[in-house]
């Protein structure tokens, strides 16, 4: 069967082109192009998941966000020519399980839907001869109910920050390098997703140390990346983590724009 996608975006040109690319590619899709469609559609759609556009007529599209995953369990990305870094970090708070500004490439928009989807089916995923529970000091993780206790107290995380927080937690007191997060987490492990790792280690670590003083500490391994100890007397959990490493620079051939599609001689890749 057909993996089913909601296409949320209220740019005729932009919607047709996206459509037509993805049902190319083997996907189903749907499309409406207000927010309160989206929502009336969405239980009975029972999408796979969301493709998510900012800036809708009818709503914000970050209020969307946190209204769908009310709704539905599906994975959401955004798709948005708003590229502030503070709808980049919302997008992530509020539930989104990826961002990916216009203009972008379809090949590109393509491979993160995949790895999207990879994890939602990894997340969905119980394998008999691996522990469901993980401790970490005080805090108890869940491997297949997505969730986690501090001192007996629930936490409540988004499913990104359960993937991350769990992905640490099988390799305590080790270093875990970016690289290896991305595979795991988000499903690929580009050069320019260690700010999107960052991101969601900060909200990681005040989530943890709001819910208690006793709470695992994630510190950063600066040029390697990170480790989560029971030790709760470091002082290292404030710390942001910096890449150091250059920014890629892919040669995109087809590239969605705020409204539309713009075709470019096709490149050799790097």
């Known amino acids: 069967m057909a993996t089913n996608i909601l296409l949320v975006e209220d740019d005729a040109d932009t919607a047709r082109t996206l459509s037509r690319s993805l049902e190319d590619s083997g996907y189903r899709t749907t499309t409406v192009d207000t927010g309160g469609e989206a929502t009336a559609l969405v239980?009975?759609?029972?999408?796979?998941?969301?493709?998510?556009?900012?800036?809708l007529p009818d709503t914000d599209g970050l209020v969307l966000t946190t209204a769908l995953k009310?709704?539905?369990?599906?994975?959401?990305?955004?798709?948005?020519?708003?590229?502030?870094?503070?709808?980049?970090?919302?997008?992530?708070?509020?539930?989104?399980?990826?961002?990916?500004?216009?203009p972008f490439d379809l090949d590109e928009l393509e491979a993160r839907i995949e790895a999207v989807l990879r994890?939602?089916?990894?997340?969905?995923?119980?394998?008999?001869?691996?522990?469901?529970?993980?401790r970490v000091g005080e805090m108890l993780i869940s491997r297949t109910r997505g969730t986690v206790t501090l001192s007996g107290q629930?936490?409540?995380?988004?499913?990104?920050?359960?993937r991350l927080l769990l992905a640490l937690s099988t390799h305590i007191d080790e270093v875990v390098s970016r690289e290896?997060?991305?595979?795991?987490?988000?499903?690929?492990?580009?050069?320019d997703i260690s700010h999107l790792i960052d991101v969601h280690i900060g909200r990681l670590r005040h989530k943890?140390?709001?819910?208690?003083?006793?709470?695992?500490?994630i510190s950063t391994v600066r040029?390697?990346?990170?480790?989560?100890?029971?030790?709760?007397?470091?002082?290292?959990?404030?710390?942001?983590?910096?890449s150091t490493l250059p920014a890629s620079s892919p040669r995109p051939r087809n590239r969605v724009q705020g409204s539309g599609v713009r075709s470019q001689g096709s490149g050799a890749k790097e």
């Open 43 to 55: 239980e009975d759609l029972r999408p796979d998941l969301i493709l998510l556009d900012l800036m």
């Open 70 to 102: 009310g709704l539905t369990s599906a994975p959401i990305i955004i798709c948005s020519a708003r590229t502030d870094q503070v709808d980049r970090v919302l997008s992530l708070k509020l539930g989104a399980d990826d961002f990916i500004a216009k």
């Open 119 to 134: 994890r939602a089916a990894r997340g969905r995923e119980a394998p008999a001869a691996v522990a469901d529970r993980i």
């Open 154 to 162: 629930p936490v409540h995380l988004t499913p990104t920050e359960h």
């Open 180 to 191: 290896t997060l991305g595979q795991i987490v988000w499903g690929y492990d580009e050069l």
């Open 208 to 217: 943890l140390r709001r819910a208690s003083r006793t709470a695992p500490v």
């Open 223 to 242: 040029g390697r990346g990170y480790t989560i100890s029971a030790d709760t007397s470091e002082t290292s959990d404030g710390r942001e983590a910096r």
